[in-house]
């Protein structure tokens, strides 16, 4: 596919709510890594990761038909649907998930790696990884493990062994410093 | 809407965990009631939520097992005709089925449903049944009815939800139809109504809060399992 005929997003998802299949494989094609990477994230297990990356791309293509672009990016939606039945997986499988630090250095990693997604995930996936790496390392902990584990304060305060309020205090601090972050780094980009 | 007391300052934790998609069902009720009055912290919460989805994109893409690509494309080839992944539990075949012999004026609860005296519909129908989703998650069932007059019976069970949900059609011609507000007990409730046009003709099924705030909605288009009742 020539790079200057590739559809967008939106455009994908008005074919597959057409029931049209180039649209439905072109939306998997450019999706599958993401989602399945996210699920592997938060899963750590490549098994239940391709369960759960199936069923988000197939509710993707299920509620293609009443995507509001008002309402954030395509992008954004495909990721909150995998996020969400992943920790759903994670919940009913009661397992463990990744260490939030070695998720953060394994994508760390990975970014010298050469990558297959679109310029901007791979500026977004830059840009939240600085700001991560800015702020306390419990800080940074607490959002992850409430961010892509769907930990709340209290599952925070029993994992890290330390009072509630911490927990609540790490979690507000940690999101609030990489808002500030990640604001910086936009007016300095100007 | 109850007088709000509170100021944005004392809300700051709960505006944070919200953003996470981390807080629980009773605060995450005051903190949207809070939030529907104060511009403030509406505006604060768009900020995190920002903020938020940005850490979705930390895992970095994997490519996916041999067959992934072909297992998902053939899986949504057979979806199409007739999806066959839903199958009606027990004790959803009997409230559905129960509301069919019911008598109904508007809108209904479950509780008032089957302590009226009853009336056979005329005509038997087919009714079909659709998932309620909010943001990703499966929170409820919609059961259509096709017969005369076409109705709908609705459960739902969403964390946070207000305590009234207000529910809203829209057809395949972009109308939206009023149905109804019904209340809700801890995000959970269930009601049915008479509905004004032929369910073919509804397009998205919508429960909002009185701000106008989708607490959940499902979609008519493309995911209907048809049986038909046994009255």
């Known amino acids: 596919m020539n790079s200057n005929a590739t559809p967008s997003d939106e455009a994908l998802l008005a074919g597959m709510a057409s029931g049209d299949e180039v649209s439905t494989v072109a939306f998997v094609r450019r999706y599958q890594r993401r989602v399945f990477g996210l699920a592997v994230g938060i899963l750590g297990d490549r098994g239940a990761a391709e369960d759960v990356a199936q069923e988000a791309l197939f509710r993707a293509w299920r509620h293609a038909p009443v995507f509001d672009t008002r309402r954030g990016s395509v992008e954004n939606w495909v990721l909150t649907i995998t996020r969400n039945l992943s920790i759903d997986a994670l919940r009913k499988r009661r397992s463990t998930p990744t260490d939030p630090d070695e998720l953060v250095a394994l994508a760390r990693a990975s970014t010298s790696a050469p990558m297959e997604e679109a310029v901007d995930s791979r500026s977004m996936s830059t840009s939240i990884l600085h700001a991560l790496e800015s702020i306390p390392s419990d800080q940074r902990r607490a959002v992850v493990l409430a961010s892509l584990y769907g930990r709340t304060a209290l599952e925070i305060s029993e994992i890290e062994s330390i009072p509630l309020g911490t927990s609540k205090t790490r979690i507000r601090a940690g999101l609030t410093k990489l808002r500030s972050i990640l604001e910086s780094d936009v007016e300095s980009s100007r | ?231």
């Open chain 2, 1 to 231: 809407m109850t007088m709000d007391i509170h100021s944005h300052d004392d809300f700051q934790d709960e505006l944070v965990e919200f953003a996470l998609g981390i807080l629980d069902g009773r605060a995450r009720a005051a903190l949207v009631d809070h939030v529907e009055s104060c511009p403030e912290c509406t505006e604060r919460l768009q900020e995190l939520s920002a903020t938020a989805d940005l850490l979705m994109y930390i895992p970095v893409g994997v490519e996916p097992p041999l067959g992934f690509e072909s297992g998902i494309i053939e899986r949504i080839r057979q979806s199409q005709p007739l999806p066959s992944r839903w199958r009606p539990r027990g004790w959803q075949l009997l409230a559905a089925a129960a509301v069919v012999v019911v008598s109904f004026g508007l809108g209904w609860t479950v509780d008032h449903a089957v302590s009226k005296p009853t009336t056979p519909v005329q005509a038997a129908g087919s009714m079909k049944q659709h998932v309620l989703e909010a943001s990703g998650h499966d929170v409820g069932t919609v059961y259509a009815y096709s017969g005369s007059p076409a109705w709908m019976f609705v459960t739902v069970d969403v964390k946070g939800a207000p305590s009234t949900v207000r529910c809203t059609i829209i057809t395949t011609s972009g109308t939206h139809r009023f149905i109804g507000t019904f209340a809700l007990a801890s995000g959970r409730g269930s009601w049915g109504a008479n509905l004004p046009v032929s369910f073919k003709s509804v397009r998205n099924v919508v429960l909002s809060s009185d701000s106008g705030a989708v607490v959940a909605q499902f979609d008519n288009s493309t995911w209907n399992y048809p049986y038909t009742t046994t009255n």
